[in-house]
């Protein structure tokens, strides 16, 4: 599976973006999606994840309630909208994938991970 992350931009603080992660390969619907980011000179962090269905998702607490992770199967794409955004967003932004029913909060579980796009918040 090949990703590729999109979306990421300048944004003013309580505005929103869309992430998008692009899926190649096959058997897209059966793998786990993850957002993970990195502040600078931070260590890259668990975001959310969601299960092939979007019948599970997860969120790290500093997101919830303002980030929605989703996906399209059809069209191989996972997304996360994110709003009411924050300074302390700012962060290259990654999406990754494994083969799993459950979706996972750690960097060790995922297999597969897509170029970082870069998110701004300004205050």
């Known amino acids: 599976v090949q990703l590729q992350a999109s979306g990421g931009g300048l944004v003013q603080a309580g505005g929103s973006l869309r992430l998008s992660c692009a899926a190649s390969g096959r058997a897209f619907g059966s793998y786990v999606l993850g957002w993970f980011r990195q502040a600078p000179g931070q260590e890259r962090e668990f975001v959310a994840s969601i299960n092939w269905s979007g019948s599970m998702r997860y969120y790290t607490d500093s997101v919830k309630g303002r980030f929605t992770i989703s996906r399209d199967n059809a069209k191989n794409t996972a997304y996360l909208q994110m709003n009411s955004l924050k300074s302390e967003d700012t962060a290259v932004y990654y999406c990754?994938?494994?083969?799993?029913?459950?979706?996972?909060?750690?960097?060790?579980?995922?297999?597969?991970w897509g170029q970082g796009t870069q998110v701004t918040v300004s205050s």
């Open positions: 990754a994938a494994h083969p799993s029913m459950v979706p996972a909060r750690r960097e060790v579980d995922y297999d597969y």
